[in-house]
């Protein structure tokens, strides 16, 4: 029996290898390719135990100088290259003049790498390797991270990142190459015929990730085109999501901005991704480093009360291990037990998702016990409930329903020694592999097979039963990667890249459900799913011809949510006119059934889309009050159409209207179409840029509420503008509008700033004449931990400080953060600090402050 204790686990981050030695050269501003030209920055050396990952530091905060990158005749300056008779003679060229000869030797660099690969492989052809390093490092050599280290450090990192992952040699010779066709003046072509076509195609793939950029849809068609090449073959994304685990480790020499950025997408799409492929190790990592940029000060905060629960918590790990091993060994069993503390990010997700307190979380450590079969995982479960009391419904069956990402395992939670709660997880070797490593791992057992194929064919692969295995395995290989087949179909369902990013999203983040047809096949659906779910989930034409449903021997409603087990049987029309209701996309949770049921809208009933289309923009355009007619005009929304690619009006009605793009992204581009005219721009100013999400309650002001007078001017109608609300104190400018009076607005107001720009000789001076009878527009937000009767309490304290509300909004954010914005009158500005103080001290919040745009 081998036993360790949770320090023995997450001691180093996986793929970190030394640096390679210094080169001078000149300095390259860029990262690496990230869907974004500016780059991320250098690695950090660090001794590398395979396999394991270490919770971050948080990052600290230094920009980088920023730095020229070498124009492509300065590289080519640099490193002139002969006419090259063939590609493979002129690479030989250059690694004569690199002084590639290595003898019989490896490079000093390439030790930490080969080692890893050879770890995994220990059959695998290293030259490959050694030949992609030396070419990336020849065209890199001129190039440098914003760090001040060189640029091939860089590549080297994310290819010692995926040989801890087991991928295989053409995978990490695409890594050490997949910047140099994008960044220098080595091609396509000459990679092809050097290092064959699979690389080739990997870093093709890889290279055609960072050339998307599309303005406002950049990130959905960057994920867009992730998927298509994922289809092509998941490396392309393994590469990448290593790509982006080293730039996240690297990310302080970064600009802020930047840092924010990159780790917002690193916690919405990057590390979901990595999590759905089953590759946990980079997820945790991801997460954490995401995390501790984001939110510092929470990050810190959870590092603070791990810390001071460790010597409490070490102590009752060792007794667990301790007892558990003795039983396994006294029971015959043969396995590991290990202690694993839990990542920061995973403590905080777990707080917000079940509303707990810091100290209500039990299992801030996990026992893992790893054995050698299925059988000796159920043995190992029935030793630990006969020691130990299990807590009831805190056991989950992995093993014979896996998740949707390959994971197997059991989870059982215990009443440990002292009475504290231990959560454990059984599994066996092989199980675990695919829960730290998902699809790497599955793509290294396709190289085994791919290597023991001649053996098997000829009869030297072992026994039947090892072969029956075999094809057991291979058979559950489509299988497996189900989710990848799901998301092609997505992509290809799906014109609006926003919509798919936000299907993508929703995918990533749920929860599943497992239920059963009446033959006993197993369905998984999307946490909440309802029959009309599973009706589209069996087949299309099923989901379209629905008319009932039966759970568990009873009739249900179609909107009912479904639960884990539920056995679901459904009811179809064998009418000729039978389809799908409209109202079922309130309610459906899988985005197949979604994209399915709006395409059959599509087929079915354009001219009922063409009509809903049109009142959807109308009814964006009317909550934010924008001018309608000016802005409905015959040619503007033509060429909004033509611009979007549909052949006329009625297509990107009928698009609006069966909901395959949204109309407001429609209402949006019509306004920067017509931002040009000086009316429309003055009717815009007017207008909160923010829309709204409750209904706005409009209060019309006399000239004497104002509490502003025009310099110089008596009885002029002077409104307080809507998109900034100035209030007595701001530093304040006046605008002449078209038969509207005078518009106020703050000095700094962005609105204000456009129309003096071009219309400077309407701007007239103002000043604040406070009276009685004025009364101002103040608004503000509002972030709060959610929770129930959070809004209840916040307009009741305004109520109290006897603020009229004119409208208010409340989004609550994936984390858990209620993010609220009322806007109100108010007749004393000086005011406006007593109601903030009031609001903050509403259990929950932990920041209020007054918004001017």
């Not at 280290?149 to 860089?154: A, E, K, L, Q, R």
């Not at 399915?596 to 049109?614: D, L, N, P, Y």
Request: charged share 25%.
């Amino acid at each position: 029996m081998t036993t360790a204790t949770a320090g023995a686990e997450g001691a180093a981050r996986i793929g970190e290898a030394a640096d390679p030695a210094q080169q001078n050269g000149t300095q390259h501003n860029g990262e690496s390719r990230d869907s974004n030209p500016d780059r991320a920055t250098a690695t950090e050396p660090q001794a590398v135990t395979p396999g394991n990952l270490q919770l971050p530091a948080r990052p600290q905060e230094r920009e980088a100088q920023p730095r020229e990158r070498p124009s492509r005749q300065t590289r080519q300056g640099l490193a002139p290259v002969a006419q090259p008779v063939s590609p493979g003679a002129s690479v030989r060229r250059r690694l004569a003049r690199l002084g590639a000869q290595r003898g019989s030797g490896v490079n000093p660099v390439l030790e930490p790498l080969i080692k890893t690969i050879r770890a995994h492989h220990p059959k695998a052809d290293v030259r490959t390797v050694e030949r992609a390093y030396d070419v990336a490092a020849h065209w890199h050599k001129d190039q440098k991270r914003k760090s001040g280290d060189p640029y091939i450090t860089h590549p080297l990192a994310v290819a010692t990142i995926l040989a801890e992952l087991g991928m295989n040699t053409e995978t990490i010779c695409a890594a050490l190459l997949h910047d140099t066709v994008e960044d220098t003046d080595y091609t396509l072509t000459e990679l092809r015929s050097e290092f064959g076509e699979d690389v080739a195609a990997l870093v093709d793939g890889v290279t055609k990730l960072d050339k998307v950029k599309y303005g406002d849809s950049a990130e959905a068609e960057t994920v867009r085109k992730m998927v298509v090449a994922m289809a092509r073959d998941i490396r392309v994304l393994v590469i990448k999501l290593a790509d982006r685990l080293h730039n996240m480790r690297t990310l302080r020499y970064m600009p802020r901005d930047k840092q924010e950025r990159k780790s917002h997408e690193t916690l919405e799409i990057y590390a979901p991704l990595a999590h759905r492929l089953g590759m946990n190790t980079v997820k945790w990592e991801l997460e954490d480093l995401a995390f501790a940029t984001l939110y510092p000060k929470r990050y810190d905060e959870i590092a603070r009360l791990v810390g001071q629960r460790s010597p409490r918590r070490d102590q009752l790990l060792q007794e667990v291990i301790e007892n558990l091993s003795a039983d396994l060994h006294e029971a015959r069993i043969k396995g590991t037990v290990t202690g694993r503390p839990k990542h920061y990010y995973s403590i905080y997700q777990k707080m917000i998702a079940r509303n707990v307190e810091f100290d209500d979380i039990y299992d801030l450590v996990g026992i893992r016990v790893l054995v050698d079969t299925v059988r000796d995982c159920y043995a190992a479960l029935g030793t630990i409930h006969a020691r130990w009391n299990p807590v009831p419904g805190r056991f989950k069956d992995y093993i014979a329903m896996p998740k949707f990402n390959m994971y197997q395992s059991l989870h059982t939670t215990v009443i440990g020694p002292g009475g504290k709660p231990v959560e454990l997880q059984i599994r066996t070797f092989g199980m675990h592999k695919r829960a730290e490593y998902g699809v790497a791992a599955h793509w290294k057992y396709k190289e085994e097979m791919h290597a023991h194929g001649p053996a098997l064919a000829s009869g030297k692969a072992g026994s039947k039963a090892t072969q029956s295995k075999e094809a057991v395995k291979a058979s559950q290989d489509a299988a497996e990667m189900a989710w990848l087949r799901q998301l092609v179909d997505w992509q290809r369902e799906t014109e609006d890249p926003a919509e798919f990013l936000d299907s993508l999203r929703f995918d990533l983040a749920g929860a599943e459900v497992y239920v059963f047809t009446p033959r006993g096949e197993v369905i998984a659906l999307p946490q909440g799913a309802t029959p009309v779910d599973f009706a589209y989930a069996i087949h299309t034409d099923v989901g379209h011809r629905t008319i009932g449903a039966r759970v568990n021997g009873r009739l249900v409603a179609l909107e009912s949510a479904l639960d884990n087990g539920d056995t679901v049987e459904i009811f179809t029309s064998k009418s000729q006119e039978a389809g799908p209701n409209r109202d079922w996309l309130n309610f459906v949770k899988s985005a197949r059934a979604r994209n399915k049921i709006r395409q059959w809208f599509s087929k079915e009933r354009r001219e009922a889309a063409v009509e809903a289309g049109k009142d959807q923009i109308a009814k964006v355009m009317r909550k934010q009050g924008l001018p309608l007619q000016r802005l409905m005009s015959a040619d503007t929304i033509r060429q909004i159409a033509s611009d979007l690619r549909y052949t006329d009006l009625s297509s990107l009605y009928a698009a609006v209207g069966e909901g395959r793009i949204s109309a407001q992204s429609v209402v949006e581009k019509l306004v920067r179409a017509v931002s040009d005219s000086a009316g429309v721009q003055e009717d815009l100013a007017e207008v909160t840029p923010i829309p709204q999400k409750a209904p706005k309650v409009s209060r019309t002001r006399s000239a004497t509420d104002s509490g502003v007078e025009v310099e110089g001017v008596a009885d002029v109608w002077v409104r307080l503008s809507k998109c900034c609300t100035p209030v007595p104190g701001d530093d304040i400018r006046g605008f002449v509008t078209h038969g509207h009076g005078v518009s106020v607005h703050r000095a700094n107001c962005v609105n204000l700033e456009h129309l003096s720009d071009t219309q400077r000789e309407r701007m007239v001076p103002v000043h604040w004449a406070v009276s009685d009878a004025s009364v101002f527009l103040v608004a503000i937000q509002v972030e709060a931990l959610d929770r129930t009767r959070l809004l209840s309490d916040v307009t009741r304290v305004l109520s109290d400080q006897h603020v009229n509300i004119l409208s208010a909004s409340v989004q609550t954010t994936r984390d858990r953060v209620a993010l609220s914005r009322f806007t109100f009158e108010m007749g004393d500005p000086k005011h406006l600090g007593d109601v903030l103080r009031a609001v903050r001290s509403i259990d929950g919040v932990y920041d209020v402050y007054r918004v001017t745009s």
